[in-house]
Nanobody
Framework: QVQLVESGGGLVQAGGSLRLSCAAS????????MAWFRQAPGKEREFVAA????????DYADSVKGRFTISGDNAKSTVWLQMNSLKPEDTAVYYC????????????WGQGTQVTVSS
């Protein structure tokens, strides 16, 4: 069982920034990647960004490219999501996910952290 602990959510005005963090209880060599997803009220959970531990390859949803940056620290088994130029449509519960490798798919999920962007 892998535990993921997220933090950093909150309320911010449009145009502002937030930084989310996610710490995993498993070592990164046991997983292929970590990712962030989000779910807004009444909508399905959607992909936001991911980082591969073996290659440091990153991927982003089109809606956040150029505004969000995912990064990670192997030694700390931690990923961060730096969110800049936030928009009201970014409002959602953000979930951390660890997947691949020994963890398989869909892997493990954190409890979620609320991000609210006011206009």
């Amino acid at each position: 069982q892998v535990q993921l602990v997220e933090s950093g959510g909150g309320l911010v005005q449009a145009g502002g920034s937030l930084r989310l963090s996610c710490a995993a209880s498993a070592r990164t060599f046991s997983m292929g990647a970590m990712a962030w997803f989000r779910q807004a009220p009444g909508k399905e959970r959607e992909f936001v960004a991911a980082i591969s531990w073996s290659s440091s390859y990153t991927d982003y949803a089109d809606s956040v490219k150029g505004r969000f940056t995912i990064s990670g620290d192997n030694a700390k088994s931690t990923v961060w999501l730096q969110m800049n130029s936030l928009k009201p449509e970014d409002t959602a519960v953000y979930y951390c996910n660890a997947r691949g490798g020994a963890l398989g798919y869909p892997g493990y999920w954190g409890q979620g952290t609320q991000v609210t962007v006011s206009s």
